[in-house]
Every structure is written in C-alpha cells, then in structure tokens.
T-cell receptor, first 114, second 107 residues
Framework: EAQVTQNPRYLITVTGKKLTVTCSQN?????MSWYRQDPGLGLRQIYY???????DKGDVPEGYKVSRKEKRNFPLILESPSPNQTSLYFC?????????????FGPGTRLTVL | LAKTTQPISMDSYEGQEVNITCSHN???????ITWYQQFPSQGPRFIIQ???TKVTNEVASLFIPADRKSSTLSLPRVSLSDTAVYYC????????FGAGTRLTVKP
C-alpha cells in the first residue's frame, strides 16, 4: 500500500530536549516536505526536499532542521524544542516538485513541548 | 504564488449538492488548481485537480471558467462523512494552503 508514515504519532517533551520525528514514504517520490498546523493558521510549510541531499526552507523553518540522506526518509529534527513548537506536524510527499502531482500526507504527529 | 480566497465556513444538509467557490484572480498561465480535503487530526487528502473547463471524478467535480480566475468544487449529494475542511490550492511548483472552508453537513 502506498503510504507516508510518521513516528511517533504523539509526543510530549520538555523544553530543550532534542527530538526527531521520522517520516518515510514507499512511493519512490522525489519531493518531500514538512508542515505544521496550528488553529487559525492552517498548514504552513517548514522545510522541503526536492531530492536526496537537496533541502530548502519553507515558510516557517526557524527552530527546525531536516536531512535527506535517502530518498524514502525525511526526518524532522528539533534541536532545542520550545513551547511555541507545540503543534500538529504532517509529512508529505509527491512524485516531484510539479504541483500537478498528487501530494500524499502522513497521519500526523501531535507534539507538545512543556 | 497566486493567492486564493474561499469562504471560511459553509453548512449543508445530507443529500444536498454543495458548491465551494475559490477566487484566484492572479492565477498564472502554468498554475493548476487543486483541492484537498482534511478531516480532524488527519492529513489532507487529494480530491481533484484541473487546469481549465470541467473535471469530474468519483468524488467531486471541478468547474473552471474560461478566465480561470475562480473555480468551484462541487460535491454531489453530501453525507455526514463529508464534514471536513476543504482547501483550494493554486500553483505550478509551490503551493500554499490557506485557511480552507469548513463544511458542516447536518442530518
């Protein structure tokens, strides 16, 4: 089954404790991205990657890092989480950067930073 | 990037046809129009995409007038399970999610 998986689905942590949210897709997609969703603000793109070893900032990259060492994986790293990073996070992938390709989203990771 | 404007919310009843219009006055020649559906605490799901005229699939229809400055997502005979947020996106490479339209279907 074609899918995007994220782990963990739920995470409660404390300020400053480094964490990684994993994302994996099994569709051989070139393009992957991370979004955060907050009430009243919709989905905002954090980082995206057009292919292996190619990443770029989205609209709200501050406080986040990403890496793309393999085509299927695109982890989101919070080196020093803060309470304002409490949010619902979605990973997504599509065949390539062209927007006429359908974008597939993961199930989401609900992060709480105390 | 073309900015999109759509109603914040809409109410409907089971069995009715629902039309959600999205305005995108500065759409570019290469831009596609794509609609996504999102249920609470789930990732958005692709519904339909078009470039011009009319597109229909098993879920919805998308109507795009000749000037492409707007588009209308049509959901035939909605059910309670169609209650969700619907997003209109316009772009060729990068697209932005707006606030979407919160559709509530009532019994």
């Amino acid at each position: 089954e074609a899918q995007v998986t994220q782990n963990p689905r739920y995470l409660i942590t404390v300020t400053g404790k480094k964490l990684t949210v994993t994302c994996s897709q099994n569709m051989n997609h070139e393009y992957m991205s991370w979004y955060r969703q907050d009430p009243g603000l919709g989905l905002r793109q954090i980082y995206y990657s057009m292919n292996v070893e190619v990443t770029d900032k989205g609209d709200v990259p501050e406080g986040y890092k990403v890496s793309r060492k393999e085509k299927r994986n695109f982890p989101l790293i919070l080196e020093s989480p803060s309470p304002n990073q409490t949010s619902l996070y979605f990973c997504a992938s599509r065949r390539n950067r062209d927007s006429y390709n359908e974008q597939f989203f993961g199930p989401g990771t609900r992060l709480t930073v105390l | 990037l073309a900015k999109t404007t759509q109603p914040i919310s809409m109410d409907s009843y089971e069995g009715q046809e629902v039309n959600i219009t999205c305005s995108h006055n500065n759409i570019a020649t290469n831009d596609y129009i794509t609609w996504y559906q999102q249920f609470p605490s789930q990732g958005p799901r692709f519904i339909i995409q078009g470039y011009k005229t009319k597109v229909t699939n098993e879920v919805a229809s998308l109507f795009i007038p000749a000037d492409r400055k707007s588009s209308t997502l049509s959901l035939p005979r909605v059910s309670l399970s169609d209650t969700a947020v619907y997003y209109c996106l316009v772009g060729s490479n990068d697209m932005r999610f707006g606030a979407g339209t919160r559709l509530t279907v009532k019994p």
